[in-house]
Every structure is written in structure tokens, then in C-alpha cells.
């Protein structure tokens, strides 16, 4: 049976007590004359609130070791500290270092409803299936998601490395595999590398779809697409990203690079420029553009292309993009096929390959990983030391623009990766980050386009969706502030909703 029990006016608590169906309510009671409030206390939770329970309930008896008991301040600690699942909800400093000293989980408003549902061993809510399930079935399913979310929990706090980084590794991908064996080939270098690779491709024709079964066998056997214009066509057929110009160039620059024929692409001008885009695809565009010129190549498209290589490789992976990073030391192979920068480039490359002997889209997703995963991890109670470690990881991160890149030696921020460390460090201490906060919000409000919405990398570019929502969910707790932000924001989303 719950009970409510605050130092707060017992009249505010009883509209709230009727509000959650709470029968058994103590609050402060105030004197009042004539309908007035004098200003005199006539009753207070005097005793703690453990005291004031019992007295609730009368003869009844209380079982404080099964009890779960909520609270924020001192004056709550006699309950906490008899209850056997004891919730320490946004605390008062003081209440904070006794229940880091307890080992009490700390909770706030953004993640209480998640972890006590988890201690209930209820589903989470919605989902809408389940509220058709029969009672029995429920009652059966209830156990088995407490124990899935506890070993779900377990699974993310392992990859949690010292740094409080988890390193977000991704798997390996045919593009990419084809582009580096393509590369490795021609600079006539690393043949147990090369072996790999092929075996990688070899292993991967069975389960490839249409475009990736061309790529591999162009690569492998010199066998080119009969038709890659209609190939390519029909792999955004269906597909989430929509068939800008722009992809399909890169989809045929993949299929002429790795082919048995000349490099040629066939694509009007306006296909190669690179205005305002991402750091990876103005490299990428750059690096299509000089393979697609005809010979002799302007000097000062080659001298465009190495500064722009030897400075982002200095660190590793160009902003850790395989694919760029790939397709800038083929496209200098064709013009200056001895300079040290290929041979470095082909160094860091190589740090990438995976256990199965493939390559990657991107090295990794450090920051966007730890992000997600710590929010997650956050909202199920789990060690609050881990969980500092992680956000600290975080607002080291942070860029000189308020946001924050995907993964780390990057310069590239995104809109995408700000939302959700955002969320994060805000539900994790507020006062902590509250200067890290404040920078990220005013980078998500420079992003926002004249349409409301928010793009995913610059501002001025075309916003998106998911970016406006993210945006939307990350500035909710700070929504008188950005009221306007917010109001346009959801305006957007409305007007680009589709008729299904």
C-alpha cells in the first residue's frame, strides 16, 4: 500500500494524493481562520517519517524490508534507512553524500519512473501489446524483464574502460574491405593483410545484396556490374536514405575504383561541390572529383588534396571515417603514388582491420556510445561513481562550439551526439555540468534552420526529423528558456509529417 508523506501543505497533498489514488496521506498543516492562512504551523511530520507511517496505518503492520521508500532531504533519512529498497530523488547535498555513503541509488525525475518500475519487476511502459496480454501472461513476464534489463545493465557496465569511455567498435564492412585490398593491392604492400581482406570479401558474396555482390566480385574477379547505373538505382529502392545525387556519385565512384576499367563517373558538375558539408564528405567529394578530372591533373587539385590528408591523418583516421580516409589515398595513388602520406595513411588504416579480417565504416563511436549508454545506464540506478566517470569522459569532450563529435579526434560536431549527452549530463548531475549545459544549448539553438528544425552537422543545412525531435527531448528540461526554440521546432515536425 503507498503512502504520502511530505513537510509539504497537507491541502496541496491531498489534491495530489486524489491526482495518484493514494489514500493514506500526511502533510504540514497550517493554522487558518475564517478561511485564512494566519502564517502558524499547527501540525507537522514530527518524529521522522517512519513515525509518521506507522501512525498512518495505525495497528497495521509495516514490512519495512520489503518497503521502497523515496526521498530527498535529512528529514527523510529514518525511513530510507529502515526501508529495504531505499531511493534517494534528486537529494539535497546532504542527503547525496549519505546515500553515496549507503550505496543508496540516486535517482531524478527524468529516470525514478524507469527504476522503480524495474524494482517492481513491471514492463516498461508503454509497450501497448502487453495491455492486451492475458493477467496470467503478464504475471509470467514480469520476472524475465527485471532479470533481462539487471543483465542488460551488467552487459553495458563491463564495457565501461578506465577512461569511463565505451569504445562503441563497429563491424566490418564490404565497401570499405573492397576499397583497402583495392589500395593495398596497388601499392603492392602488406600481402598477409591482403590475404585477410580477400577472405573477409570471399566469405561475405554468400549473404551480400546486389550492390555489395558487384563490389565484391569487381574486386575479386574483375568482373564489372553489367548495368551499375540501374544497379545503383535499385539499391535506393526501398532504402531509409534518400538517392541525392551526391550518394549516388559515391555509390558509383565504389564501383569504378575497385573495377578492372579506367576510373570514369559519369555526373554533372554540380555533383562534386562540397558547400557547407560535413569535414568526411567534403574530403570524399574532393578526392571523387580529382580521380574523376581527366589527365594531366591541375597541381593544384594533388596539392589541394594532400594538405587536407597529411593534416587530417595526423591523428589516425581522418575524422575517423574509413570510407574518406580510403578514398583520399586512392584518389593520390594516381598522381603521386610514392609520397610518404599514402604509406602513413595506410599505417593508421591498418589498426582498424577487425578480428574477421574486414574493415570498418568508422573506427569507432566513442562519445556517441557512452552517451547512450550511460543515459541507459542512468535510468536503471546503476553505480554512480561509474556513471561520473562516464559524464567527466563526456565534458572532456566537449568542442570549442558547445557540441560534441561522435567519437573522439574528431572535429566534426553533430547535432545527433549534442542530444544525447546532453540528456545525459543533465540527468546525472545538472549542477556537476551546468557550464558544459549551457554551452551545449547554445550550439543546438545556433543550429536551428529558418524552417524550426535542426540539421545534423552545420547550421544551414537541411534539417531533419529525428535531429528536431532529439532536440526537442534534450531542451524539455529547460523549456521556458528555449520556448520559442521549442514551439517552431514542433512546428517543423508537424508540417513534415506524412499522410500514413
Known amino acids: 500500500m503507498p503512502l504520502l508523506i511530505s513537510g509539504g501543505p497537507q491541502e496541496m497533498l491531498a489534491h495530489l494524493a486524489r491526482e495518484l489514488g ?244 559519369d555526373a554533372s558538375s554540380h555533383a562534386f561541390e562540397h558547400h557547407n558539408e560535413a569535414t568526411w564528405t567534403r574530403l570524399r567529394q574532393i578526392a571523387i572529383h580529382h580521380l574523376h578530372v581527366p589527365e594531366p591533373v591541375a597541381p593544384e587539385l594533388t596539392t589541394r588534396l594532400l594538405r587536407l590528408t597529411e593534416r587530417g591523418q595526423s591523428s589516425g583516421i581522418i575524422e575517423g571515417n574509413v570510407f574518406a580516409h580510403l578514398f583520399a589515398l586512392l584518389s593520390l595513388q594516381r598522381t603521386v603514388p610514392d609520397h610518404r602520406v599514402i604509406h602513413d595513411g595506410i599505417t593508421a588504416l591498418t589498426k582498424a582491420v577487425r578480428d574477421d579480417g574486414g574493415m570498418p565504416f568508422i573506427a569507432g563511436e566513442e562519445i556517441f556510445s557512452t552517451a547512450t549508454a550511460g543515459l541507459a545506464l542512468a535510468r536503471a540506478g546503476a553505480d554512480r561513481q561509474v556513471l561520473l566517470a562516464m559524464g567527466d569522459y563526456l565534458a572532456a569532450q566537449q568542442a570549442d562550439n558547445g557540441g560534441w563529435a561522435y567519437a573522439q579526434d574528431v572535429v566534426q560536431t553533430d547535432v545527433d551526439t549534442t542530444t544525447h549527452v546532453l540528456p545525459f549530463l543533465h540527468t546525472l548531475d545538472p549542477e556537476r555540468y551546468r557550464a558544459h549545459i549551457a554551452l551545449a544549448r547554445q550550439s543546438l539553438t545556433a543550429h536551428q534552420g529558418q524552417d524550426g528544425g535542426m540539421p545534423t552537422y552545420l547550421p544551414g543545412q537541411p534539417s531533419e526529423p529525428t535531429m528536431t525531435a532529439n532536440t526537442l527531448t534534450a531542451l524539455h528540461p529547460y523549456h521556458f528558456t528555449h520556448a520559442p526554440l521549442l514551439k517552431r521546432a514542433t512546428a517543423y515536425l508537424l508540417n513534415t509529417q506524412k499522410p500514413d
Not at 150 to 155: D, G, K, P
Not at 247 to 264: D, N, Q, T, Y
Open 22 to 265: 493514494v489514500t493514506l496521506y500526511r502533510g504540514t498543516q497550517f493554522e487558518a481562520v475564517d478561511g485564512l492562512f494566519t502564517g502558524r504551523v499547527a501540525s507537522t511530520v514530527a518524529g521522522g517519517k517512519d513515525r509518521a507511517a506507522q501512525d498512518l496505518v495505525g495497528a497495521g503492520h509495516i514490512d519495512w524490508p520489503g518497503s521502497l521508500a523515496v526521498g530527498n532531504s535529512l528529514g527523510d533519512v529514518s525511513s530510507l534507512s529502515r526501508a529495504g529498497r531505499p531511493v534517494a530523488f534528486e537529494p539535497s547535498p546532504a542527503l547525496r553524500m549519505l546515500a553515496r555513503h549507503h550505496s543508496w541509488p540516486v535517482c531524478d525525475r527524468t529516470s525514478l519512473h524507469t527504476y522503480l518500475r524495474d524494482q517492481a519487476a513491471l514492463p516498461p511502459s508503454p509497450p501497448a501489446p502487453a495491455r492486451d496480454l492475458p493477467p496470467a501472461h503478464r504475471a509470467a513476464l514480469a520476472p524475465s524483464v527485471g532479470s533481462a534489463s539487471r543483465r542488460l545493465t551488467e552487459r553495458l557496465l563491463a564495457q565501461v574502460g578506465g577512461q569511463g569511455a565505451i569504445t562503441g567498435e563497429c563491424c566490418s564492412r564490404v565497401t570499405e574491405s573492397a576499397l583497402m585490398l583495392t589500395l593495398l593491392r596497388r601499392q603492392k604492400t602488406l600481402p598477409g593483410v591482403q590475404n585477410r581482406l580477400r577472405s573477409y570479401l570471399s566469405r561475405s558474396r554468400t549473404a551480400a545484396d546486389a550492390f555489395d555482390a558487384a563490389v565484391i566480385d569487381a574486386t575479386l574477379n574483375g568482373i564489372a556490374p553489367t548495368d551499375r547505373y540501374r544497379l545503383i538505382e535499385q539499391t535506393f529502392t526501398g532504402a531509409a536514405q534518400h538517392s541525392s545525387d551526391r550518394k549516388k556519385l559515391a555509390l558509383e565512384a565504389i564501383l569504378a575504383v575497385v573495377g578492372p576499367e579506367p576510373f570514369h563517373v
